[in-house]
């Protein structure tokens, strides 16, 4: 397996799970453009990804809310990458992000933040995709890889949250399910140029509440939560020739949660 020339884009490269999909990436050859709204940790990761290999990444800020800016920054990253043949979109608002009226009960969930949180799950994804079909298509090796979540394929059991301050806004699961469409949607459009294929992580260890960490094990057959780097070994086979003949899947990586 080998990725070695292949240029990559990662959106919310600055992320927890955004480490691990850059990691892969480089470790495996491909040069990375680490795109995050966060420009502070867009530096950070380059310098941590080019610590593993000179040369290997450059940053790009951008504000996935706005359309314009992140065609351009689809732009920048061709400009300076010299091309793209990996567009990898995990960028997106989680159950802890920090925006007021989305991780509250669901009475007090608001329209400005669903809207918001569907402009970075599920438009952007759109956006980004139609800005760079052209350099994917002409790299002979054009891969998209989407991340979807558990939860856009199951309905969450709210008792696992019982007594803590944990949330699961419903924009959320509903982007994650509206990525598996898109999913499929793209993987037939753009064939047979760029192959289109999804992730579904479980839930990720972030040193949840034992109370909730306990109900989660307990209905995981590997009887654990994910770690980051579970999800390099997806990452790296969607984006190498190993699935060369695979497009419009999702790829679950949840320690066996949907298989009940």
Known sequence: MNLSGRK??????AGHIGLAVTEALVELGATISVLDVDAAGCDKRV???TGLREDSAVAVVCDLTDE???????KESVRRLGGLDILVHCAAYVGTTQ???WAVPFEQQTVEAW?????VNLTSPFVLAQEAIES?????????ILFSSIYGMNGPDMGIYACTDMANPAGYGASKGGILQLTRHLATTLAPRVRVNSISPGGVWRNQPDAFHQRYISRTPLHRMAKEEDLKGAVAYLAS???EYVTGQNL?????????
Do not use: K, N
Not at 8 to 13: I, N
Not at 68 to 74: G, L, N, Y
Not at 136 to 144: E, N, T, V
């Open 8 to 13: 990559a884009l990662v959106t919310g490269g």
């Open 47 to 49: 310098e941590h990804l």
């Open 68 to 74: 314009q800016a992140t065609r351009q920054a689809i």
């Open 99 to 101: 925006t007021p009226g």
């Open 115 to 119: 809207d918001t949180a569907i402009r």
């Open 136 to 144: 994917l298509s002409a790299s002979g090796y054009g891969s998209i």
């Open 241 to 243: 020739d190993l699935s």
């Open 252 to 260: 679950v990586v949840d320690g066996g949660w949907t298989a009940w």
